[in-house]
């Protein structure tokens, strides 16, 4: 059940401010918890007049408070603009590092591999011209006699 009393609503029920209703007596959870926060409350209503402070005591505390009242507060600290962390900034900058190293090793790697190709078309091509150039019958050359 997620619809448990708030505890704005079982503090002001211990207070006596509210009566219970309807949503007490039907969940366990919250009739625990709200005779827990009474118990609570009436245990310290108990031990707050068990004793009564001494005078001194009194006169002392009722000292430092007129003290610290009179002191002047220190202005609060101008809210400076939040600063971004470095640690956020170091993983952008090693993110965009690391995607730059990686596509200049992709740009060089199609590069060699493209100039790799072009020089093996090449030679291909010349040892190609070379075999056909070598079958080819020869003018320049004078016929050879029979016997
Ligand atoms: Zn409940």
Not at 30 to 48: V, Y
Not at 78 to 105: D, I, K, Q, Y
Not at 116 to 121: H, P, Q, S
Request: with cysteine; proline share 8%.
């Amino acid at each position: 059940m997620s619809d448990h009393l708030t505890s704005t609503v079982l503090n002001s029920l211990a207070d006596g401010e509210l009566s219970a209703d309807q949503r007490l007596a039907d969940c366990p959870h919250c009739t625990s918890t709200a005779l827990t926060q009474s118990l609570l409350k009436s245990a310290t209503f108990r031990a707050g007049h068990r004793y009564t402070p001494p005078a001194a005591l009194r006169e002392r505390l009722a000292h430092l408070s007129a003290q610290e009242a009179s002191r002047p507060h220190p202005k609060s600290p101008v809210p400076e603009r939040p600063a971004r962390n470095f640690s956020s900034w170091g993983w952008a900058t090693a993110v965009a590092m690391l995607l730059l190293f990686a596509t200049l090793f992709l740009v060089q790697r199609n590069t060699q591999r493209a100039s790799a190709n072009a020089a093996l078309t090449a030679e291909v091509a010349d040892l190609h011209i070379a075999r056909l150039a070598a079958n080819a019958p020869r003018r320049s050359s004078p016929p050879t006699a029979t016997p």
